[in-house]
């Protein structure tokens, strides 16, 4: 991967009047499954992830990727059929083998490289424009250990009632841990493979990648191969990140609201709950059957046009729009 990562680029998007750059190198891959890569319009999705630049259509998982995403995708299922579901997450589809149902797949990975201890991301939740609300990604670790952060947000409601949680969990080569919006640290073996971002911890909490003042080198088990190609990055100094995430058929680029500026808009959750705070939240019944969260369809184009969007707002109303199925409707 490490060889992959030497081409994988800053993202640029305009932060009100400038134009920043992310402090690590990022990549977008889709998957080699027909229902995504030989359409078209999902490829158009890798746009989503680097802050709404036009790109080209994005590669296709390479072969190590692929082997490594049908192990999460088994345990991202088998993990997810243990708790209990929110309304919104994805209805799923049988399985073919007759087993459980298939109620989460991997489609798409966004890839990180963070090269030496300065090198990160910040705080902030996960877009859900195509992977829809209450989603499930999958997050590998490869390389360099490195802190993740959690931290919670707190509802304009509740803010002088309790401080925002938040936790570091090491993330070590090949590793460890498993998080949820519960926080339930399981110290399972064989859960150790991969931090699982649950169902509502985009919702509920931002999570980052901090800046270290000193870095444990990385040093491989064994020195690579010499076929092995050379490489313009010190290995034992880089962490790579790897995010698998399950692009939902009902959040088809199709079926995302155009903004006036006539460009796709991105969807996020009401995270402060503002609109229960101005009464205009959901009533009891609409609570009950959609979930405690509302969630906006945004322009974003600014990111892209020296910060000037047309500030385009709409809450998304998912009979309205046609979603689902939900996982309401199977269970
Ligand atoms: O490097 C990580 O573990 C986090 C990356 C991340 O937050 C993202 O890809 O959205
Ligand atoms: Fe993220």
Not at 55 to 65: L, N, Y
Not at 80 to 98: A, D, Q, T, Y
Not at 270 to 277: G, H, I, L, P, S
Request: hydrophobic share 30%.
């Amino acid at each position: 991967m490490l060889h992959e990562a030497q081409s994988w680029q800053r993202n640029k998007w305009w932060l009100f009047d400038r134009l920043v750059e992310s402090p690590h190198r990022t990549s977008f891959y889709v998957r080699n499954i027909s229902d995504v890569s030989k359409d078209g319009n999902w490829n158009q999705v890798s746009r989503f992830w680097y802050n709404g630049r036009e790109t080209e259509p994005p590669a296709g998982f390479p072969a190590p990727m692929e082997k490594a995403c049908e192990i999460i995708e088994e345990v991202v299922n088998a993990e997810m059929h243990k708790r209990n579901r929110f309304p919104l997450e994805w209805g799923g589809v049988p399985s073919p083998s007759g087993g459980k149902d298939i109620i989460w797949r991997a489609n798409f990975a966004a890839s990180n490289c963070y090269e030496g201890a300065k090198e990160t991301v910040g705080f902030h939740s996960d877009r859900l424009t195509n992977i829809g609300p209450y989603a499930t990604i999958a997050s590998l670790s490869l390389g360099t250990s490195r802190a993740f952060r959690l931290r919670e947000v707190i509802p304009v409601d509740e803010v002088d009632k309790r401080a925002a949680r938040t936790y570091n969990i090491p993330l070590a080569h090949n590793s460890v841990r498993r998080c949820s919006s519960l926080h339930t640290m399981l110290p399972d073996p064989h859960l150790r493979q991969l931090v699982i971002m649950h169902a509502s911890t985009q919702e509920r909490f931002k999570h980052s990648i901090p800046p270290q003042s000193t870095l444990d080198r990385f040093h491989p088990a064994f020195p690579p191969p010499s076929s092995f190609p050379s490489l313009t990055l010190d290995p034992s100094n880089c962490r790579i990140n790897i995010t698998f995430r399950f692009y939902r058929p009902d959040f088809h680029p199709d079926k995302v609201p155009k903004c006036k500026c006539g460009l796709p808009t991105t969807l996020r959750p009401d995270m402060k709950k503002r609109q229960r705070e101005r009464g205009t939240g959901k009533g009891p019944e609409q609570e009950q059957s959609e979930g405690e969260f509302r969630y906006w369809w945004t322009c974003t184009a600014g990111d892209q046009k020296e910060g000037k969007g047309c500030n385009f707002w709409k809450v998304m109303d998912v009979k309205a729009e046609g979603r689902g199925p939900f996982a309401k409707d199977t269970t």
